[in-house]
């Protein structure tokens, strides 16, 4: 809010200049953010946090600056008649909701002329931001920025009946209030009515047909206390908000009703004239005013620094709080010289944030400075633990960098189509629905990486970046069934860790160094299979038999599969539809009774997915489901002798016919059981030529070693015949 | 004087001490006619690889050509490794008879490339300028005794709000511009799902888990009903931290922060505490620290001012200690919390938080 420095100066002179006031006032809590003008007309931007609705105007300020600068404060003293000229006031008050009002206060002035406002007043309000209307309004706006009392100006004669009820809504009521708007009440707002009807929003806005206009010549001036929670339902509900509902929501001063109500009659019997009745306060209902033990030794404990009990006393009573030496229960004990003193301290009635000994501690820090609390560093036994799955995540992530996916972040939320259709393993989940979402498009919670993932492809190739590779870490979501981690969060909803990979475009970048040549679903297997190669599960056949590795060197041992350890890793078409049906699998981990749990889904998308989303060349992506893959070791290295012994090579040149895969073909050698045979390599294929429709060739290139001894001729001859014999079992014959 | 052996069998090992017989006397005659002249040169040439009867003829015929069809593949490639060899030396030892500078510098400069053309880089994977930044933050508060803690994004009304001091229907909840999940009105207030809005959550569930003393940052992602723009996103990432004790003090805090600012921007870097407003802590401070990319100067990321407001902070209410059943007679603590995409955009001086979720490639690879 707007802040006149000059205004302030009308209740506390401090010698220091208005910059030297504002910076004193930010470090203690009022943040003065922004200068504006010069001289007299200087205004500042001031940042008051929603709690200190107490400086939400001239007066509070003013008291902050009395406390920093240990000066006085001026009190206001309207100058009003204490009994009206014109006889007695013949209007009835009743408060019939004490819960949504505690206190009515009014006055009335007769005889006014609505003119123009003084020019003291339309200045000062002019330079904080407020139109000036008129001298009545006027007088009512600038109290409300002075002492931030919020009060309201009737036309007397426009009130039926002569009477005043503070009341709840009733059905079907309706009022039109000053901006124009007829608004349909509910039976939990409180209005002002008079003898026949609303005739003012309490605390909110007040009504069209009761509204200040040149012709009003009595006044009748509302300065009230309105229950909170109640200004802020119905504020809320009818999306209103104005100066009166803002402080009134936060608390107002049910003290200062009588003053304000003074003060705005004054101002109004200054420039408009008229005659001011005598005050009608109504008071149903006492806010209590809460009484709080301080201990200094509790100041100290806190703050980490001891305040001296004068300064602490002088702090809290410049603040206006009523300070007593001794506890709330005992009377003064006087414990000089003991570092420790009690105070029994009462809260003003402006201060319905402070209701805790704790509450007082931060007022005294901030008056004292937080500046002047000397910094330390708190004394620490203990050890830092680690998240469980914090070194799998780290390994994860370290390779598909390594791999050359960048890191990225997308969207949470996905627009319906896509949360129904990118579910992963074939289960329908039913996604999370946002109540109050920014979007359409952004009005699910995401059930999968990849529909993010595919929006940022998109970018990408819209802009002219074919060449993408990316990767996401994060969580999605579902609804619950069943068990899973989002019970054990409390929650009904299934929200979990996933991770997704995505590449489009060359392999490597065309150059003197490099031929153009596309990405391929084995590129995207290959990097998925280095991140598998991180944990600990056995790579290749995991069909029964000795595991026979299908790589180079840099595979792992061969390991024993049992209870705890997995058995290894199979691969099939089970792919949802949005995957390329023939250039997709999915990969799982088999337990030793043949079990599978998925750990990732990965391929070709599906080429009318791509369509759909204008995607104009290949995209390969993977989804990784990291809660199952965190539920296995990470692999520890371990160290096998290597063989002093020489390894022997063998090439097969077999025909095959078409849709005999290489699993079954390793299958089959692994059934051979033979221990030397160590690697199983698919050298090349090749289809057409000389060959008969439905065949293709097949190269396969196998080692044999010994950690033992030297391989013989024969023996490697022998088990040569024997893989022959085993391919030939699958119809496939060895090229002559 | 060498002759090359018949061999019966060829298995490896039979044919590699062979060829290292043999490879130990081509280096040994070598050796012998160094400085020998062009003639004694020509004479060791004609005997390793005259076409007739050279020693690597020899060895085609003992060996390549006796082998059984069985052993071909070795023997070939035994017998292509000693034909590299052989030539190799036998023109070493040419050159070197023809002139002993002229003889590296002929055959290396046939072999000369274009050291101008680019390298070929294996790309590398960049890490995301949010999670690396945060991940120096997270670094910074390991060091300092911090432990991670994690909770869910999707949370109850309960966690997100009510332990954290924020009554129902409190005008401070409106400052906090929630996202709410549909169809909960039937639950009770505070278990209707909500995506949390900070990640103060977690400092509640690590209380109701562990007893003190807590020292723990919970980094994550927050959402907020807040329209993107430049400078807004509704998703973003948070890292907070509390340390609870018997004896935490607000003096504490600000040694803590201030440390780990100077950890983060250098030495040089202040730390100015001044009141604001929270309802999770009592007192509230707002911290700021000296600007670290122009040294207090002005610039743009501190909008001239020198200073750079960066962490909320403040020590923990007791009414949150109630609710974890901590007594606040007994202990004391403080918690702060910061934004990680405004740093970010302060460190790279990226001026578009949206950058930061559009997966641009080209964005992305600047923090290579």
Redesign the interface.
């Known amino acids: 809010m707007r802040i006149s420095p000059n205004w302030i100066r009308d209740f506390v002179s401090p010698t220091a200049s208005d910059r030297e006031v504002a910076e004193a006032l930010t470090v203690s809590g009022i943040a003065i953010e922004g200068y504006f003008g010069e001289g007299a007309d200087q205004t500042w931007e001031a940042e008051i946090t929603t709690n200190r609705v107490d400086a939400m105007n001239h007066y509070g300020i003013a008291r902050e600056v009395s406390a920093i600068y240990d000066l006085d404060l001026a009190p206001i003293v309207p100058n009003v008649p204490k009994i009206s000229e014109s006889g007695p006031t013949n209007i009835s008050i009743v408060i019939d909701d004490a819960e949504g009002c505690a206190r009515y206060t009014c006055r009335i002035v007769r005889g006014v002329a609505v003119a123009a406002a003084p020019a003291k007043i339309a200045h000062r309000l002019e330079l904080i931001d407020q139109r000036s209307i008129s001298n009545v309004a006027d007088a009512s706006n600038y109290v409300l920025n002075e002492l931030g009392q919020p009060t309201h100006a009737f036309d007397l004669d426009k009130l039926e009946g002569g009477r005043i009820l503070v009341r709840r809504a009733r059905l079907g009521e309706t009022l039109t209030t000053l901006d124009g708007v007829e608004r349909k009440l509910a039976s939990e707002d409180l209005v002002i009515a008079d003898a026949s009807k609303p005739v003012a929003l309490a605390g909110i806005m007040g009504g069209e047909a009761t509204m200040i206009t040149s012709a009003t010549r009595n006044v009748l001036i509302e300065s009230a206390w309105f229950d909170p929670a109640s200004i802020r339902r119905t504020a809320r509900r009818l999306g209103m908000h104005t100066d009166a509902s803002h402080r009134y929501e936060r608390g107002a001063d049910c003290g200062i009703t009588p003053l304000a109500c003074a003060r705005v009659a004054e101002l109004i019997a200054s420039s408009a004239g008229g005659a001011v009745s005598a005050e009608i306060d109504i008071v149903v209902r006492t806010i209590a005013q809460p009484r709080i033990a301080l201990a200094s030794s509790e100041v100290k404990r806190i703050l980490g620094v001891e305040i001296p009990s004068a300064e602490i006393a002088r702090i809290l009573r410049r603040l206006g709080f009523t300070v007593e030496a001794g506890g709330p229960f005992k009377p003064s004990v006087g414990l000089s010289g003991s570092g420790h003193t009690e105070f029994t301290v009462t809260v003003p009635t402006w201060r319905l944030d402070v209701e805790r000994e704790i509450d007082l501690i931060e007022e005294v820090a901030r008056i004292y400075s937080y500046l002047k609390i000397p910094s330390t560093l708190p004394s620490f036994a203990g050890g830092v633990v680690e998240l469980p799955t914090a070194r799998k995540q780290a390994a994860l992530r370290s390779r598909l960098l390594s791999l050359g996916y960048n890191e990225s972040l997308s969207s949470t939320f996905i627009p319906q189509e896509d949360a129904r259709f990118f579910v992963s393993a074939g289960t329908p989940v039913e996604p999370v629905r946002i109540a109050n979402p920014l979007s359409e498009e952004a009005s699910f919670l995401r059930t999968s990486l990849v529909p993010g993932m595919l929006s940022q492809i998109a970018y990408n190739l819209n802009r002219g970046n074919s060449d993408v590779r990316l990767f996401e870490a994060g969580h999605v979501y579902a609804m619950l069934s069943g068990k899973t981690q989002g019970e054990a969060w409390g929650a009904s909803v299934d929200e979990h860790r996933s991770l997704a990979f995505v590449a489009t475009g060359a392999a490597c970048e065309p150059s003197v160094h490099c031929k153009p040549e596309p990405l391929t679903f084995f590129h995207l297997k290959g990097d998925l299979e280095q991140l598998l190669a991180a944990f600990d599960v056995p790579r290749g056949n995991a069909e029964g038999g000795p595991h026979l590795p299908e790589g180079g060197p840099h595979l792992p041992a061969v390991g024993k599969c049992g209870e705890q350890t997995p058995c290894g890793i199979t691969f099939d078409r089970t792919v949802p539809a949005w995957l390329h049906p023939g250039r997709a699998a999915r990969a799982q981990v088999v337990d030793k009774n043949g079990a599978g749990k998925t750990l990732a889904i990965f391929g070709q998308l599906h080429p009318e997915v791509a369509l759909a989303r204008k995607l104009k060349q290949e995209v390969f992506i993977a989804e990784v489901f990291v809660e199952a893959l965190y539920g296995l070791a990470l692999r520890q290295p371990a160290y096998a002798p290597i063989s002093k012994y020489p390894a022997v090579e063998r090439d097969f040149s077999f025909v095959l016919p078409e849709g005999v895969e290489f699993a079954s073909i390793r299958h089959q050698l692994s059934a051979l059981h033979i221990a030397e045979l160590t690697t199983l390599l698919p050298a090349e294929t090749f289809r057409g030529g000389s060959l008969a429709a439905g065949t293709y060739s097949f190269l396969l290139r196998v080692r044999f070693q010994s950690a033992e001894r030297t391989l013989r001729d024969d023996e490697v001859a022998a088990w040569s015949q024997q893989i022959v014999k085993s391919v030939e079992s699958l119809g496939g014959s060895l090229r002559q | 004087m060498y002759t090359v052996p018949k061999l019966e069998?060829?298995?490896?090992?039979v044919l590699?001490p062979a060829s290292k017989a043999l490879f130990d006397a081509l280096k040994a005659e070598s050796a012998a006619i160094s400085g020998g002249g062009e003639k004694a040169a020509e004479e060791f040439r004609n005997r390793w690889m005259a076409q007739k009867n050279g020693i690597l003829r020899q060895v085609n015929d003992l060996w390549l050509k006796a082998a059984p069809p069985?052993?071909k593949?070795?023997v070939g490639l035994t017998f292509a490794t000693i034909k590299a060899v052989v030539e190799e030396e036998v023109d070493l030892v040419m050159q070197s008879a023809k002139s002993l500078v002229a003889l590296p510098t002929a055959r290396l400069k046939s072999q000369t490339l274009d050291i101008s053309?680019?390298g070929?880089e294996?790309?590398?994977?960049?890490?995301?300028p949010?999670?690396r930044t945060l991940d120096e933050l997270i670094s910074v508060f390991?060091k300092?005794?911090?432990?991670?803690?994690?909770?869910?994004?999707?949370?109850?009304d309960y966690y997100n709000f009510e332990a954290l001091n924020f009554p129902p229907?409190h005008?401070?909840r409106d400052?906090q511009d929630t996202?709410?999940?549909?169809?909960?009105e039937q639950r009770p207030q505070r278990d209707r799902?909500l995506?949390r809005t900070h990640t103060s959550p977690v400092q509640i569930r690590t209380m109701e888990k562990a007893a003190p003393?807590v020292?723990v940052i919970c980094p994550g992602?927050v959402?907020r009903?807040d329209?993107?723009d430049a400078t807004h996103s509704?998703?973003f990432h948070q890292l907070e931290g509390l340390?609870v004790?018997t004896?935490?003090?607000?003096?504490?805090l600000?040694?803590?922060l201030?440390?780990a600012m100077k950890s983060l921007f250098g030495s040089a870097v202040k730390t100015?505490?001044?009141?604001?407003?929270f309802p999770f802590t009592?007192?509230?401070?707002e911290v700021s620290i000296s600007c670290p990319f122009c040294g207090g100067k002005g610039c743009r990321p501190c909008k001239q001012s020198g200073w750079i407001e960066l962490l909320g902070a403040g020590?923990v209410?007791?009414n949150v200690f109630g609710f974890v059943d901590y007594d606040p007679k007994k202990l004391?603590g403080f918690a702060f919390g910061m934004g990680v995409e405004r740093l970010a955009m302060m460190t790279y001086n990226v001026d578009d938080i949206q950058q930061?979720?559009?997966?641009?490639?080209?964005f992305?690879?600047q923090f290579a």
Do not use: W
Request: charged residues 25%; aromatic residues 10%.
């Open positions: 069998y060829f298995s490896p090992d590699d069985s052993a593949r070795d053309l680019p070929i294996r790309p590398l994977g960049v890490r995301h949010v999670l390991v300092m005794g911090y432990s991670i803690a994690e909770g869910p994004e999707v949370e109850s229907n005008p401070a400052t996202l709410f999940i549909a169809n909960q799902l995506l003393p020292r992602k959402h009903n329209a993107p509704p998703v340390c004790d004896n935490i003090t607000f003096g504490d600000k040694g803590t201030d440390h100015s505490f001044r009141p604001s407003f009592e007192p509230s401070v020590m209410d007791p004391s930061f979720f559009y997966g641009d490639m080209r992305l690879e």
